[in-house]
């Protein structure tokens, strides 16, 4: 498995802090003064990304369809691409989209971005999948809708044109799903299946979910963030709120720094308390020199800078070479 992409200067891998990708997507209603209020949300929640969807309507959808003229007042022009990017680029967060047709990959591609996502509608769309392959850039894909041998075949796909870039994000594509259909463990699933990095795209209404993928190995995480659930639109009811965003977070990076390096090191406070909280072995009463010890003559006790209670039985039966006085800390050096 390849343990670090970068993006950018972002590294992401085993051992780094997840990849926060705050999912703007289509909840800017097509106004860039909201698109750029939601952008300041991500960046003050900590968030490492700004993500939104690009496409062009014709390309996506039917003029039949009957969402047609309600997803086209959310398609971004160019110039709402140049200034959403540009806004990124000043207020130092990556910018990311979603891209679900060549033309905007094309175009994206010109822009210099450095990574593509590609969202579960897509998993099966493996023409798509492979011109996005061919750009060379790391790939962030989603896997709702899809059953192994449908993420099996995108991931063989983008790994066919050369491309190992891949972070394969575990993702139930209800909106929202509930709770007990989260299924989490699914994660490490993906990543022995496919020996590949794993994350979450997750659109539960909860930020406990997020923070437990993390436990579970995600080193990146997708949620779809919004100004308001009360706001009009497709995906505000399963988005999350600026405050709730911070809170996910703070918890992620609380939980990453618990997490630690899975080696066992007794360090700072531990440290300085070990000394005081364990036991050594001492005296209980005066012994001569010449005397033969025995357990009844030795007592476990605080504080523990004698030697530990575990020598106890290599003690018994040693001849005593010195005078101990009552309270003594018994020494290997003092028996024979």
């Known amino acids: 498995m390849k343990k670090l992409i970068k993006i950018g200067k972002r590294q992401i891998g085993e051992g780094y802090p997840a990849l926060i990708i705050a999912e703007i997507g289509i909840n800017h209603n097509g106004n860039i003064k909201l698109a750029k209020k939601l952008i300041d949300v991500a960046k003050d929640a900590g968030a490492d990304v700004a993500k939104f969807q690009s496409f062009k309507t014709d390309d996506l959808l039917s003029n039949k369809d009957v969402n047609y003229q309600k997803i086209k007042a959310l398609e971004l022009t160019d110039n709402m691409h140049y200034e959403i990017m540009d806004y990124c680029k000043s207020k130092d967060i990556l910018f990311m989209s979603s891209v679900c047709d060549e033309p905007t990959v094309d175009f994206l591609e010109k822009q210099g971005v450095l990574a593509y996502k590609i969202a579960s509608c897509d998993l099966t769309n493996l023409p798509l999948v492979s011109y996005i392959a061919k750009k060379g850039k790391p790939i962030i894909i989603s896997s709702g809708f899809g059953k192994l041998n449908d993420i099996r075949d995108a991931l063989e796909a983008i790994k066919r044109e050369g491309n190992e870039e891949i972070i394969l994000l575990h993702c139930i594509a209800a909106y929202p799903p509930k709770v007990e259909e989260m299924n989490l463990r699914f994660m490490q699933r993906l990543a022995k299946e496919f020996n590949v990095l794993v994350g979450l795209s997750d659109h539960s209404m909860t930020i406990e979910i997020p923070q437990a993928a993390v436990t579970l190995g995600a080193v990146c995480i997708e949620k779809h963030i919004t100004l308001s659930r009360e706001m009009e639109g497709f995906d505000h009811k399963a988005s999350i709120e600026p405050q709730e965003l911070k809170k996910m977070i703070e918890g992620i990076r609380i939980i990453e720094k618990a997490l630690g390096n899975g080696e066992r090191q007794i360090i700072g406070d531990e440290f300085k308390l070990s000394k005081i909280m364990k036991r050594s072995i001492l005296?209980?009463?005066?012994?001569?020199?010449?005397?033969?010890?025995?357990?009844?003559?030795?007592?476990?006790?605080?504080?523990?800078?004698?030697?530990?209670?575990?020598?106890?039985?290599?003690?018994?039966?040693?001849l005593v070479l010195r005078d101990i006085k009552e309270g003594d800390y018994i020494k290997f050096e003092d028996l024979k």
């Open 283 to 318: 005296a209980n009463k005066d012994i001569k020199k010449g005397e033969v010890l025995k357990k009844e003559m030795l007592s476990i006790k605080r504080p523990g800078e004698g030697l530990p209670a575990k020598e106890l039985p290599n003690l018994i039966g040693k």
